[in-house]
């Protein structure tokens, strides 16, 4: 599986998630998948209601709201993101045992790094088995 993600989307979420720091930040993506290929179309950026450092919650208004803005627009949900402020880009027991879809993408932003964001993009499967998927960054 390979998601493709706009610089543009990429710094979207970027300054989303650091402007939430010290807690975690959170968001859908939308867009399309074709022959194992995922294309972000929008992120849509949600307020972690739970205010934490450790773990997130989605605000379910908005939640709705952008899954009807996706589907008014052709595009499907095909992903979600949150931050790690203080620890690296890997799904946490909490993420795996959060991760109700294995259709789809799961990404993590560490931020433990100062100036040195790490993203990436996992699968989790049913079974709580995790695959890292490639980002390729696009213009």
Do not use: W
Request: hydrophobic share 35%.
């Amino acid at each position: 599986m390979k998601l493709y993600l706009k610089k543009s989307h990429y710094n979207t979420i970027l300054e989303h998630c650091t402007a939430g720091l010290p807690n975690e930040s959170c968001g859908l993506l939308a867009g399309t998948e074709e022959d194992e290929e995922i294309t972000v179309t929008k992120v849509y950026l949600l307020t972690n209601v739970d205010a934490s450092r450790e773990h997130f919650s989605m605000d379910p208004k908005e939640q709705l709201a952008a899954l009807k803005d996706a589907r008014a627009n052709g595009y499907k949900i095909i992903g979600n993101f949150h931050s790690h402020p203080e620890s690296p880009s890997r799904p946490s027991e909490e993420d795996k045992r959060l991760a109700f879809d294995p259709t789809i993408e799961y990404l993590i932003l560490s931020l433990m790094e100062e100036g040195n964001p790490v993203l990436k993009a996992f699968g989790i499967d049913k079974e709580k088995n995790v695959t890292i998927h490639e980002i390729e960054i696009t213009e």
